[in-house]
């Protein structure tokens, strides 16, 4: 959470209708079931500044691998995605690690990226 003001920003937690709601700053722990990645469950948070939220996911290190199908046609293949060890320079036979992990020559675990674009 390197980056973001303390009193500005929030963990986003879904409730039980399924929708992200604001949940503690974060100082403060989130709930034990915050995100779970097995479950396709991702980490949210808000930042609220100036009157307006911006929404964050973190996208943890992973490697992927196109099939032949998609290298030939990709309107019809598929991307094997795994989510890899945070350190991890080494990837599986055919997967390869996005670009994006790496940044001024260090590897990153993963990065927090803008949920909605940007408008004015």
């Given at each position: 959470m390197n980056g973001f003001i303390?009193?500005?920003?929030?963990y986003l937690e879904v409730n039980e209708q399924d929708n992200l709601t604001p949940g503690n700053w974060i100082n403060k722990k989130p709930t034990k079931d915050w995100y779970d990645y097995k479950n396709s469950k991702w980490?949210?948070?808000?930042v609220e500044a100036n009157g307006k939220q911006i929404y964050y996911t973190w996208i943890p290190k992973y490697e992927f691998k196109l099939t032949s199908s998609q290298q030939k046609q990709p309107e019809q293949?598929?991307?094997e995605v795994r989510f890899i060890d945070a350190t991890s320079t080494q990837t599986g036979i055919g997967y390869?690690?996005?670009k994006a992990f790496e940044f001024d020559g260090k590897q990153l675990t993963g990065y927090w990226a803008?949920?909605?674009?940007a408008g004015n």
């Open positions: 303390v009193e500005r920003t929030r980490a949210n948070i808000m293949g598929r991307t390869q690690i996005p803008m949920k909605y674009t």
